[in-house]
């Protein structure tokens, strides 16, 4: 039996950048069309560096969101060397150019570009159930809450099995269970986090200085600290959010908000039982930090 979701397969297909077939093409311009609309009230936006590999099957699961608001699909092109805006372009879908090497400078591009109430942030390396944009953006509806994350299971690739990230999704989301409590800005990652435009605008947007791997919960996760400002483009956004007074961080445990990612930064150093020690040796490192009210960064 299959330890992954149905619903994967239609997006899971392969295929070359420069020899995607017309039919393909078609079906994802048609599919994609009703996310071209001039006021929409949510925005879904993608920074994307040379994903040509892998930007239509994230396109594929986007287009199958079943949104009861006007919807938009922004990309923000980080400067890509190869035939991602390509792709984008026979798409038909939104996108801008930000030369700008960072996925932090990328995703504050998509912010000032974007025309929507709501900010859903993606990558272009995930896959996106069809109820996912609604079901993370909901809970901002609410007034007290400024900012929403959703979880994540990992897509296998040629050096893991589908059975051993299922494990180690088990001990990291008893981990996340822990540092939720007071430090949940610690379990915000960019493709899976949303938030009122109005109100990430009003603090200044995103920290500028975190480098292309900004997500504070990767660094975390890998022993690095933060930058010097304690604010990196995904998790410190919440956090930042937070201090300002615009609300709290809400973690959504709907299924349908739980995104499929690879597993290629997780097995970028090694193999997944040595991914696996470090962010347990880390985690219990950092305990204490996890548990205390404090909402400062470690040092």
């Not at 975190?210 to 600290?225: D, N, Y």
Request: some cysteine; proline content about 6%.
């Amino acid at each position: 039996m299959s330890m992954l979701p149905g619903w994967l397969s239609k997006h899971t297909f392969t295929y070359q950048a420069d020899n995607v077939s017309e039919q393909r093409i078609y079906d994802l311009r048609s599919r994609l069309a009703r996310f071209q609309v001039d006021d929409p009230e949510i925005s879904i936006v993608i920074p994307a560096y040379n994903e040509e590999a892998n930007i239509l099957n994230t396109l594929s699961s986007l287009a199958d969101q079943k949104v009861s608001v006007p919807t938009e699909i922004l990309v923000v092109n980080n400067n890509s060397s190869d035939r991602t805006q390509e792709l984008l372009d026979r798409c038909g879908v939104r996108s801008i150019l930000e030369k700008q090497p960072g996925v932090a400078y990328a995703r504050q591009a998509g912010l000032m570009a974007a025309r929507g109430r709501i900010h859903a942030n993606a990558d272009a390396d995930c896959l996106y159930p069809a109820g996912w944009a609604e079901a993370l953006t909901a809970p901002l509806n609410t007034p007290d809450i400024a900012c929403t994350y959703g979880l994540y299971s990992f897509l296998p690739g040629p050096k893991s099995s589908r059975l051993a990230l299922a494990c180690y999704e088990v001990a990291a989301q008893l981990i996340s269970w822990v540092r939720n409590r007071n430090k949940a800005y610690l379990n915000v990652y960019g493709f899976n986090f949303a938030f009122r435009r109005a109100d990430a605008l009003a603090i200044g947007g995103f920290e500028l200085d975190s480098g292309r791997e900004g997500s504070v919960a990767e660094l975390i996760a890998a022993g690095t600290p933060p930058p010097p400002t304690g604010r990196c483009e995904d998790g410190l956004m919440s956090l930042s959010l937070q201090q300002q007074g615009k609300g709290a961080t809400f973690r959504v445990t709907d299924p349908k908000a739980r995104v499929w990612t690879s597993d290629r930064r997780l097995v970028a150093d090694g193999n997944l039982g040595k991914a696996f020690m470090v962010r347990v040796g880390k985690a219990i490192r950092e305990l204490g930090f996890y548990l205390s009210p404090s909402s400062s960064t470690p040092s």
